[in-house]
C-alpha cells in the first residue's frame, strides 16, 4: 500500500541536527528496532522505514488505536506511532529478486542499516552483511536480536521476556515470599535498542575516520545482564545469589518504598547527612545521636532497620500525603512521590523538560513521551508523524534511486513495492 508524493519530515530539513545528512534503512518490526532507529530519527536521520507491502509491521495492529477501534475500522496504532515518528514509509519485498535489488541500491545510498531478525535470516534472503557491504563499504548493519549473532543459543527466537528471563533480572524481580515477577516494561527491547543507538554512533564514527563499515551485534541477553547491577559481582566475590527482594536494596537502608497518607513515597535518605536532616524536619533531631541508629553502617543492618528504623519512618510519613512531603524534603532530602503514569504526564516538571509531546496519528493530536535527550547547542528537536504503511515509496524511489513513475509502476505490478 502506498501513498502518493510526500515531503519530507521537518527533523530531516531543518539545519543544525546532529545527524543530519545520515540515511538509515529500518528493517525492524516491534519496538527492539524501531526504538532505535526512532532515537536516530529525532537526531535528525533520514530513516527509511521498509516493510513489506502486503505483511507491514504487526505492531501497527497494538492497541491503543486512534480514530478508529482497530485497523479494520480505519484506526491508527498509537503504540506504534511512539516508536515510529519522524521516519518515512518504504514498502519492498524483500523475497523478490527486484525488491533484493532495490534494498542493494538503497544500501549504496545509505549510512546505516538496522535489523531484528533471527540471526541469519538476512543471509537466507542474500541481504547478509558480507554481500551488502559490497554494494556500500562504508555502511554500518546494526543486529539487534535475542542472543547475538554468535554463540551456541543465536539462532534461537526471542521476545522482550526472554531476555529478561535469560539475562537473569525476572529471578531477582518480586517479592521474597512469592516467585519471580518480570519488569512491569519491555524492558528487553529498551534496553537492546539503547545499547544499539549508542553502538551505531560508534561505528558511525569509525566509517567517518576509516571508510570501513562494521556489524554492530546487540543481544537483548546481553542488554538485560548489564541492567543486574551488582548482581553479578555479587555472585563472583562472594558466592551470593540475587533472588527478588520487593522494594528492598540488597544492602542499603533505608532507601526504598514507604507509604504516607494518599500513597506511597520513595526514601532513600540513607547517609548520615540526610539521615541528620530527615530528623530535623520531623522535629525529632535528637534521634540522629540515638546510639543504635546514629550511623549509616548501624541502619543498614536488616534487623536495626526493622525494628527501629522502618518504623520510625512509617510513623512520620503517615502523617503527610505525597505533595506535602515532597514539598517538605524540598532540594535538600530525596524523597520523590511515587506517582501513577497519569500524574507523570501532567507533571510540571515533565512539561518543563518537553518529556511529553504532542504526535499527530489518524488526524489527531496524541500525546506520547518526547526525546530525553536534550543538545544544549541543538535546542528543540521537531518531532513528526509515524509513516503509513510505504507513505513515501515512489518519493524515495524517485529522490534515491531516479525511478520515474513507468519503472515504479512495473515494480508494483511485479510485487516487489
Partial sequence: MMAGQASRQGNRDAPGRPLAGI???????????????????????????????????????????????????????AFFSQFNRNKRGLSLNLKTPEGKALLKQLVAKADVLVENFRPGTMEKLGLGYDELKRHNPRLVYTAISGFGRTGPNASRPAFDNTGQAVGGLWSMNGYPDRPPVRVGTIIGDLAASLYATIGTLAALRVAERSGEGQVVDVAQQDSILTLTENAVVRYTTRGETAVPLGNEHPFVRPYGQFPCKDGYVFFGGYTDKFWRLTCEMFGEPHLADDPEIDTMEKRFDPAVAESRVTPLLERWFSAYGKAELEAMAGDRIPLSAIRTVPEVVEDPHIAARRMIVEIPVAGES??????????????????????????????????????DDAAIQRLVDGGAI
Fill in 23 to 77: 540515511t538509515v534503512l529500518d528493517i525492524t518490526r516491534v519496538v527492539a528496532g524501531p526504538f532505535c532507529a526512532m532515537l536516530l530519527a529525532d537526531l535528525g536521520a533520514d530513516v527509511i522505514k521498509v516493510e513489506h507491502p502486503a505483511d507491514p509491521d504487526y505492531a501497527r495492529g497494538f492497541p491503543p488505536f486512534v480514530g478508529g477501534e482497530g485497523e479494520a475500522d480505519g484506526g491508527e496504532s
Fill in 366 to 403: 496524541v500525546r506520547m513521551f518526547g526525546s530525553p535527550i536534550k543538545l544544549s547547542a541543538v535546542g528543540e528537536i521537531p518531532l513528526g508523524k509515524a509513516p503509513a504503511p510505504g507513505e513515501h515509496t515512489r518519493t524515495l524511489l524517485a529522490e534515491l534511486l531516479n525511478l
